[in-house]
């Protein structure tokens, strides 16, 4: 078993809608949880991070974190075409320093 | 002010030869970080750096695969007698401090070395 796991899509979803992504992970004793956005040939760039169970809203982005189910997901808002990419979920323990990656889900947002 | 940045950009090698991957962490970023991402793969931790030492070595692939840091600022990766599997893009990240113990702390990645061994 992977210790974070995402679908890797395609995610297709139109232009205006809600597009959502989820990961699970594998290590009860995880404590941060990061997304990052991947575009094509790019590095990772942060998109949000969380470490309390429940919602965490930062513009058209909400991540939501139930530890006791192990999952973490992304929610984005009024999905744009600009927001076509790949999704990477990471996770870190408390005391741990290296993030673990899923493979990422791509997403790919219609006109 | 700068972000990370990586050299070369792009590598393309024959099997068998030396490679060596530069990274230049954010300005004050104590903690460095190497990862690699093979095609259509998420991020693989290979080696973290706190200051200049090397506290965990074990996701290095290989005895082939090396890296340091000096001065608390730029790292180099080595890969010597490069595999073909060893062909992916190696990512560099930084970060304030050490990520243990605390989520606030967060990574920055540069933009990556794309190695191709022939």
């Known amino acids: 078993q992977k210790e974070v796991e995402q679908n890797s899509g395609p995610l297709s979803v139109p232009e205006g809608a809600i597009a959502s992504l989820n990961c699970t992970y594998s290590?009860?004793?995880?404590?941060?949880f990061f997304w990052y956005r991947q575009y094509s040939g790019k590095s990772p760039e942060l998109i949000m991070f969380i470490y309390s169970n429940g919602d965490k809203e930062d513009g058209r982005f909400t991540a939501q974190l139930n530890k006791a189910s192990q999952y973490v997901s992304l929610l984005i808002r009024d999905s744009q075409p600009s927001d076509s990419a790949t999704y990477l979920c990471a996770v870190k323990g408390d005391s741990s320093y290296k993030l673990i990656f899923g493979s990422g889900t791509r997403l790919l947002v219609r006109p | 002010g700068a972000g990370v940045s990586q050299s070369p950009s792009n590598k393309v090698t024959e099997k068998g030869k030396d490679v060596e991957l530069r990274c230049d962490p954010i300005?004050?970023?104590?903690?460095l970080y190497w990862y690699r991402q093979s095609l259509g793969q998420g991020l693989e931790f290979l080696i973290y750096f706190q200051g200049n030492s090397a506290p965990d070595k074990s996701g290095l692939p290989s005895d082939r695969f090396s890296a340091e840091r000096t001065g608390g600022s730029v790292s180099t990766l080595t890969i010597q007698r490069t595999q073909q599997e060893d062909s992916a893009v190696y990512l560099c990240a930084s970060s304030l401090v050490p990520m243990s113990g605390g989520p606030i702390d967060t990574q920055y990645f540069g933009p990556g070395t794309r190695l191709t061994v022939l």
């Open positions: 290590d009860r004793g995880s404590q941060s």
């Open positions: 300005s004050g970023h104590t903690a």
